[in-house]
T-cell receptor
Framework: GEDVEQSLFLSVREGDSSVINCTYT??????LYWYKQEPGAGLQLLTY?????DMKQDQRLTVLLNKKDKHLSLRIADTQTGDSAIYFC???????????FGTGTRLQVFP | DAGVTQSPTHLIKTRGQQVTLRCSPK?????VSWYQQALGQGPQFIFQ???????QRGNFPDRFSGHQFPNYSSELNVNALLLGDSALYLC?????????????FGPGTRLLVL
């Protein structure tokens, strides 16, 4: 069945780059998404990439997609303490709006 | 431009009770999806409503039901509450149901079942 996997934790120093990785099994997703969740809050859509793209850059965020390896990554440049949160990658099952989420990666930024 | 809103923000119930959660979609959106997020987990899809009908459903029992109103707002009902229903319930809205529509989430309702 469908599965999305992420590493659980990432700790980086303020000002460094963060790279959060995600692997997925359902290769038919049209879009793949990155959401951010701060403590006690809902999900904030950060960015998304269309499945026929390899890379998308949006200010400090860079998304890389390797369809062959079914690997998605989110790079945050110049990471700030306000970036501390849980980051989820997600993709819809083919021809549905049912988003399948990873377990989330907790990013901790220290000064 | 109002985003997705949910009410209440927090709720405490006891086992066996019933609960109703509410969601208003983002302006311009006509589709509402509900997700359950247990502590330490990613959200799990419950179901989706479009044109006042349930269109898609995840692996949740019939105790979970919903409704969509003509103004596109939606309710999630859970009957015969179990301790394991304690979670953050997230509503997401989107436009249309052509598959892969970008979903925008509300702040969630945190339900605690005692």
């Amino acid at each position: 069945g469908e599965d999305v996997e992420q590493s659980l934790f990432l700790s980086v120093r303020e000002g460094d780059s963060s790279v959060i990785n995600c692997t997925y099994t359902d290769s038919s997703s049209t879009y793949l998404y990155w959401y951010k969740q701060e403590p006690g809050a809902g999900l904030q859509l950060l960015t998304y990439i269309f499945s026929n793209m390899d890379m998308k850059q949006d200010q400090r965020l860079t998304v890389l997609l390797n369809k062959k390896d079914k690997h998605l990554s989110l790079r945050i440049a110049d990471t700030q303490t306000g970036d501390s949160a849980i980051y989820f990658c997600a993709g819809p099952l083919y021809n549905t709006d049912k988003l399948i989420f990873g377990t989330g990666t907790r990013l901790q930024v220290f000064p | 431009d109002a985003g997705v809103t949910q009410s209440p923000t927090h709720l405490i119930k006891t086992r066996g009770q019933q609960v109703t959660l509410r969601c208003s979609p983002k302006s311009g959106h006509d589709t509402v999806s509900w997700y359950q997020q247990a502590l330490g987990q990613g959200p799990q899809f419950i179901f989706q409503y479009y044109e006042e009908e349930e269109r898609q459903r995840g692996n949740f029992p019939d105790r979970f039901s919903g409704h969509q109103f003509p103004n596109y707002s939606s309710e999630l009902n859970v009957n015969a509450l179990l301790l394991g229903d304690s979670a953050l319930y997230l509503c997401a809205s989107s436009f249309g149901t052509s598959g892969g529509q970008t979903q925008y989430f509300g702040p969630g309702t945190r339900l605690l079942v005692l």
